[in-house]
């Protein structure tokens, strides 16, 4: 847990000395959220029906934003070979990340849904339920995305790769936090849904870090 505590404290730092890194996907989900009713229908009661699954969408796209460039950096200065070297654990490494990726971007997204909601006539039963289906599922888009940026890390132009590596296994997170807000805001029960994306956190927080970590070591050792 030291090894934990040291990585998020280095990258947090790094993050507050680098603003542009999680402003550019706050700024992205704003404006995703804000130009939709522009382009759709601005009815109230049509915007209530949908805006969870908008809200959702834009979490993820802004989510795929900031990944590739998770250990671009460590990559490239020369900090994951010394790390490699050291013998030190790339379990801690990973989780770490992963960990300040959720602070620096999913948590910001999950505090700002309120707002969103109220822009895009969320109905009143579905706040809680969006702002927890955020908080649970955020950090598991985070922690499947750490594995992807890991397997990508030492190419130069892996975004597009990223993408298509961890988008499909986003989908099962999209699917049962956006059924849990909807479900919400017609009244009915969406414990099940949460429960599910409980489920999914517990499972990516035991067996991510591991595979990050492997992927890492993989490609250092080319």
């Not at 402003?23 to 029906?49: G, I, R, T, Y």
């Not at 039963?125 to 995305?145: C, E, N, Q």
């Not at 409980?198 to 080319?222: E, H, V, Y």
Request: hydrophobic residues 60%.
């Amino acid at each position: 847990m030291s090894l934990v505590r040291a990585t998020v404290r280095r990258d947090l730092l790094l993050a507050a000395r680098n603003p542009g890194e999680w402003a550019n996907p706050l700024m992205f989900f704003l404006m995703v959220a804000a130009l939709f009713p522009m382009a759709v229908d601005p009815n109230p009661e049509f915007l209530s029906k949908i805006s969870g699954g908008v809200i959702w969408v834009a979490a993820l796209l802004a989510t795929l934003l900031s990944l590739d460039s998770l250990y671009r950096a460590d990559v490239e200065d020369g900090s994951l070979e010394q790390w490699l070297a050291s013998g030190e654990s790339l379990y801690a490494m990973s989780l770490g990340k992963a960990l300040v990726h959720w602070c620096i971007s999913g948590l910001p997204l999950t505090l700002m849904s309120p707002l969103l909601g109220v822009m895009l006539h969320l109905p009143e039963d579905a706040y809680f339920a969006l702002f927890i289906s955020l908080a649970v599922g955020t950090p598991v888009l985070s922690l499947l995305g750490a594995v992807g940026a890991a397997l990508t890390a030492s190419l130069r132009s892996g975004g597009l790769l990223l993408t298509l590596l961890i988008l499909p296994l986003y989908v099962p997170v999209l699917i049962f936090a956006a059924s849990a807000v909807y479900h919400a805001g017609i009244g009915m029960a969406y414990n099940g849904q949460v429960a599910m994306l409980g489920a999914m956190l517990a499972l990516a927080l035991a067996l991510t870090p591991f595979a990050a970590g492997a992927a890492l070591k993989l490609n250092l050792s080319r």
